[in-house]
């Protein structure tokens, strides 16, 4: 399976705080992608970052991506209270739709 | 670009019902997925769309759901005779292949009683 498992489960942060969150996979993969989930809403897609590239900013989000650990991670810098929800990453491999994980729970506390 | 649009946004069904999830992606994107999600849980790919055909699907898509793009903008999941452990999210999307995220809609809450 190359489905992606995110690190930790949940996240509790202060205002202002950084937060990461980990996602390892198992198979390669043409990309990875990170997405949010308000609490009971739909899944906003966040940032896709390519097999072949390591890094990648939008705004206050930072991911990195390693093939050779098969890992990836997302740093939000600057926290903000409404930063607070679920966050997943998901893979795509070669002909495959999206695989989640199972998510991290962030909440930033004011 | 246009959001994708699903209705209804809470559904109740006796088990055993028929339930028809709608999702309008209005758009030319090429592909078109559901997933879903039970509470608490991860989200499940269920099946992917392309070029008005099944190109793949998931274990979970068994002879019991299927999809039709009846016309050139509504996407629909069908479920022809719900389970308790149907009960859960419907996520539709868009996506326009393999190197573009995908744009998914509000949801479906599905209960069956």
């Known amino acids: 399976s190359q489905q992606g498992e995110e690190d930790p489960q949940a996240l509790s942060i202060q205002e202002g705080e950084n937060a990461t969150m980990n996602c390892s996979y198992k198979?390669?993969?043409?990309?990875l992608q990170w997405y949010r989930q308000n609490s009971g809403r739909g899944l906003v897609h966040l940032i896709l970052?390519?097999?072949?590239?390591r890094e990648k900013h939008s705004g206050r989000l930072r991911v990195t991506l390693d093939t050779s650990k098969k890992s990836s991670s997302l740093l939000i810098t600057a926290s903000r209270a409404a930063d607070t929800a679920s966050y997943f990453c998901?893979?795509?491999?070669?002909?495959?739709?999206?695989?989640f994980g199972k998510g991290t729970r962030l909440s930033v506390i004011a | 670009e246009p959001e994708v649009t699903q209705t209804p946004s809470h559904q109740v069904t006796q088990m055993g019902q028929e339930v028809i999830l709608r999702c309008v992606p209005i758009?030319?994107?090429?592909?078109f997925y559901w997933y879903r999600q039970i509470l608490g849980q991860k989200v499940e790919f269920l099946v992917s769309?392309?070029?008005?055909?099944?190109?793949?699907k998931s274990e979970i898509f068994d002879d019991q759901f299927s999809v039709e793009r009846p016309d050139g903008s509504n996407f629909t999941l069908k479920i022809r005779s719900t389970k308790l452990e149907d009960s859960a999210m419907y996520f539709c999307?868009?996506?326009?292949?393999?190197?573009?995220?995908?744009?998914f809609g509000s949801g479906t809450r599905l209960t069956v009683v």
């Open positions: 998901a893979t795509v491999a070669r002909n495959t739709p999206l695989v």
């Open positions: 198979t390669s993969i043409n990309n």
């Open positions: 970052i390519r097999s072949n590239e």
């Open positions: 758009s030319n994107h090429l592909y």
């Open positions: 769309f392309y070029n008005n055909e099944i190109s793949e």
């Open positions: 999307a868009r996506g326009q292949g393999a190197f573009d995220g995908y744009t």
